[in-house]
Every structure is written in structure tokens, then in C-alpha cells.
């Protein structure tokens, strides 16, 4: 494989720990988690206790079933993320009007509103330079954003494959009497991602500051109904109505006995290939923006694809379709100075994923909780864990640790015990003893997700793959943070010079 030749590293090995958590799961009186005061509170938590890493899921607006994994811009910020107590010490939204009992996601949307309203209207013209010096910053993607969400709004939130024909076609004349149309929506969308980004920016000299970095996720594929697909649908295998032969998704797995049918448009790779891969570099610019460290989620999607006939009701009738994968890493390698990449290369692996992901020397995922089946030759088992691997207990698909524990159909509990080396006697004890595991772990980088750490059931799992409702809305408390828990981990995190 001729791929670049590497005279740094991509992520530093340094030996550090973190915790998964995502925004919308910090504690708060809103419908969900923001990056306010109690991210901020959770960045000084990580610091206070040893951890240097905060992992989350994708930060891009969502659909109504609120995945992270399907969001409406791959470049994008989530409003619903916005702080609206940094609103009001800002003095762009009175404290008395966030003072009131409804906390829904419509009363935060209105904020929102009321704020821009008040921005557009009365702070200072230093403001609205630094808003204007964003938009032409981010102008390659967010004229196209604004103008998507816009139209979403005035068509009640139809795909835009259902949009009239001349906007679903984007005829010229029909957009730009549609900016005119549409300005005030425009101006808004436009002042809610200034006002995300600038809020994301703080955060992130927070966490530099207290010496975290921010680990960010970036989904391989992306939503069929996206500002993305709409603005540019020549990057993707489909006809100019939106119609797609095949889509995406990956095959039957531990996850799925009938696989996983994402949906997600497939890749018009020979264009991507004709305009030097134009649109990555641009995504990857976005997200470098707001990260430290970035995963690639699906990673092994770099290698080959499973193609999925579009119609079918699930993935089992797929197949692999070749990707080149080592000429888009070639070509972000020489357009970044540094690209701090982790390949999320979990389900079917081949040989030549692996040689692609070592080829760029990138750092792959272990799962504790894949490791138990009772076949010592696992590959998620700690003799085989590597340096360039990041160990997790679980991820933010799987159960919780000590919900996993409960169900002896996940795991081998005999084999689970022998490799403990002590009998374990309560389900606390095994989540103790999977955390002991991935902190010993040769990986350079251990990962728990909070709900770990907080020892807490399956009632706080955060997504069951295959499934489409009561995800994505796990909320922690800080009364549920143990000391005695966290005793033990700062414990291991001290022992093995994490």
C-alpha cells in the first residue's frame, strides 16, 4: 500500500483516561443537557479526578428521533445545545424570561428566537462584525445550511425530496427570490450557529485550560435528509429527485442478527475522486475546529461498503463495494499539518481494513464487553490489546456495564471470572472488575462511559442499535456521583499511570 509516509504521529500515545459522555446527557432543568454552566462543571469533574479526555457523540442538529448519527448538517453546530444562561449574561435574553416552569424543547427554540431578535436590534456593531467575520468564515457551508433550514421550516419539516421541484432542483431563480423570502429565518439560523460556535470555542480554551482534550465522533456516512445531500446530491449515488438505487448500512452482527439498514445515501466516490475530495477537507475543517481528537466512526467504510438494494426492509441481501479509502487519507494527510484520527474499526474486519488503518498509523477501538464469549483467542481480550488501542468497557451503543452483567447470555461468566482471576460474587463487582481491566490495558487511552463510573442499570443505556425509540435521552444527576466509586477509580487510574 502506497500511502503516505507519516513524520509525526497522528495521536499521541501518551498513556490517559476519559469518560463518554455526551452533552445532552449533563444535568439540567431544560428537556436536555447544553454547554452552559454544568459542562464546564463536568470539564472541572474530569480534571479534579485524574481523567484528561472527554469523549461525546456527533454535536450536529438532529432529526425528530434526536440520533446524533443522522443529522441535518455535517458541519453544523445543534442548537438545542446553546446555553441560554450564556444568553443572558450576555444581556441578549432577560433572566425573568428562562425563569418559568415549561422547559421544552419549543420553549428553548423561542428563546433562541427572542435572542436573536434582541442581537439583531440593539447590541453593538462589534457583535454583529464578529458574527459577519463567522459567516463569511463558514460560508461554504453555512450560505447552503441557513437556506436548508429555512426551507424546512416553511415546508413543516418535510424532507427536501418532497420539497416543490424547483427548490428540491434548486433552479437559480428560485433560490434567490427564496433568500429574499426567507431572510429573517436565514438571519436567525445564521446568529444560532455564531452563537453555538462561540459558546464551543469558550468551552474548549475551558478544557485546554484544565488540561482535557475534547474527543469528537465523525459519522462515516450522512443523512439522506441533510443540508449536505440537498446542496451538493452530485456526491452522492442518487438521481436529482433524491431516489437511491442502494443505500447504507453493515451486515448481520453482535448487534443484529438482520443487520443494521442505516439508510444513509452511499458515496459518489469517482466524483469525490475528480474534485480531489474537495468536500472532506471541508468537513474535516469544521470538525478540527471543535475537537482535539476525532473518531471515525464505521471506519472499516474506508475499505469497503455494504451496499444495500434500496427498498429491501433489512440489510441481510447487501454487499461490499470497494472504496478508495488510502487515496482520501492520502489526500487528508497532505491538506492537514496534523490529523488526530481514531478508527472505530469494530464489527466485520478484514485484513485489509487493518492494513489500511495501520498503513496511517491510526489508533483502533477494544471492547471489554465483546471480550467474554469464552474463546480465549477474542480479539477484545487484554492479552491481545495493543499500544495503538483505545479500551472501552462499553460504548454508547452497548448496554451499561452493570446492565451487561446482569444477562449471563452476554458473556461467559465462568470464563468472565477465570480471567478476573477472582470469583465475582455481585454485579458491581463486575463492572470493578471490567474497569480494572481497561485501565491495566497496554491501550494507550482507557474510556469509561459515565453511566460506568455512576455503576448505574440498563435504564441508562443510551442507544440499542436497531431500534428507534428511547434513545438518546439518558440524563445524569450529580447526586448519583459516588465517592466511594470514585475512590476506586482515581485508585486504578493512579496504579496504572493512567
Not at 412 to 436: C, H, M, Q
Amino acid at each position: 500500500m502506497a500511502a503516505l509516509e507519516m513524520t509525526y504521529k497522528t495521536v499521541s500515545r501518551q498513556r490517559r483516561a476519559g469518560v463518554l459522555l455526551h452533552p445532552t446527557s449533563l444535568p439540567g432543568t431544560l428537556s436536555q443537557g447544553d454547554i452552559g454552566h454544568q459542562a464546564y462543571r463536568f470539564i472541572e469533574f474530569l480534571n479534579q479526578n485524574g481523567f484528561t479526555v472527554w469523549q461525546m457523540l456527533p454535536l450536529g442538529p438532529t432529526h425528530e428521533d434526536k440520533s446524533p448519527y443522522q443529522c441535518l448538517s455535517s458541519h453544523a453546530g445543534n442548537p438545542l445545545l446553546i446555553s441560554l444562561d450564556w444568553l443572558t449574561d450576555k444581556k441578549w435574553l432577560k433572566q425573568e424570561d428562562i425563569n418559568v416552569s415549561t422547559k421544552s424543547e419549543n420553549f428553548r427554540l423561542q428563546c433562541l428566537l427572542d435572542a436573536g431578535d434582541y442581537f439583531y436590534k440593539s447590541v453593538s456593531q462589534d457583535w454583529h462584525n464578529l458574527l459577519n467575520d463567522f459567516s463569511i468564515k463558514h460560508a461554504f457551508w453555512l450560505d447552503d445550511f441557513a437556506l436548508f433550514m429555512a426551507f424546512k421550516k416553511k415546508y413543516n419539516n418535510r424532507p427536501w425530496y418532497e420539497w416543490p421541484e424547483n427548490i428540491r432542483a434548486r433552479e437559480t431563480k428560485a433560490l434567490e427570490s427564496a433568500v429574499v423570502e426567507l431572510e429573517d429565518d436565514i438571519r436567525q439560523i445564521k446568529f444560532e450557529q455564531f452563537v453555538f460556535f462561540t459558546q464551543w470555542h469558550e468551552i474548549r480554551h475551558y478544557a485546554k485550560n484544565h488540561k482535557v482534550e475534547l474527543f469528537g465522533d465523525l459519522p462515516l456516512f450522512v443523512a439522506h435528509d441533510s443540508a449536505d445531500v440537498w446542496a451538493k446530491r452530485e456526491l452522492f449515488l442518487m438521481d436529482s429527485d433524491g431516489n437511491m438505487p442502494f443505500v447504507a448500512g453493515v451486515p448481520p452482527d453482535a448487534f443484529s442478527d438482520t443487520g443494521q439498514l442505516w439508510g444513509n445515501p452511499l458515496y459518489n466516490w469517482d466524483y469525490m475522486q475528480a474534485t480531489q475530495f474537495c468536500w472532506w477537507k471541508e468537513r474535516f475543517t469544521s470538525q478540527l475546529e471543535l475537537f482535539d481528537l476525532l473518531r471515525i466512526d464505521h471506519f472499516r467504510g474506508l475499505e469497503a461498503c455494504w451496499q444495500i438494494p434500496a427498498g429491501d426492509d433489512t440489510a441481510e441481501n447487501g454487499s461490499w463495494v470497494k472504496v478508495p479509502g488510502e487515496k482520501l487519507l492520502n489526500e487528508l494527510y497532505t491538506s492537514f499539518e496534523r490529523l488526530p484520527l481514531v478508527a472505530e474499526d469494530l464489527g466485520v474486519i478484514t485484513d485489509e481494513v487493518i492494513k489500511l488503518k495501520k498503513a496511517f498509523n491510526l489508533p483502533g477501538m477494544k471492547v471489554l464487553q465483546f471480550a467474554f464469549d469464552g474463546n480465549n483467542g477474542n480479539p477484545h481480550l487484554p492479552h491481545f490489546h495493543e499500544l495503538d488501542d483505545v479500551v472501552y468497557s462499553g460504548t454508547h451503543d452497548n448496554d451499561t456495564t452493570l446492565g451487561w452483567s446482569y444477562n449471563e447470555e452476554n458473556y461467559n461468566k465462568p470464563f468472565f471470572e477465570d480471567y478476573a482471576g477472582y470469583k465475582v460474587t455481585t454485579n458491581d463487582g463486575s463492572v470493578l472488575a471490567v474497569i480494572r481491566m481497561a485501565m491495566s490495558s497496554v491501550s494507550f487511552m482507557a474510556i469509561l462511559p459515565m453511566q460506568d463510573i455512576l455503576m448505574l442499570d440498563s435504564s441508562a443505556r443510551m442507544n440499542t442499535p436497531g431500534t428507534v425509540v428511547n434513545n438518546w435521552r439518558w440524563r445524569f444527576g450529580w447526586d448519583e456521583v459516588k465517592p466511594d466509586m470514585l475512590e476506586i477509580v482515581n485508585k486504578f487510574l493512579t496504579l496504572y499511570r493512567r
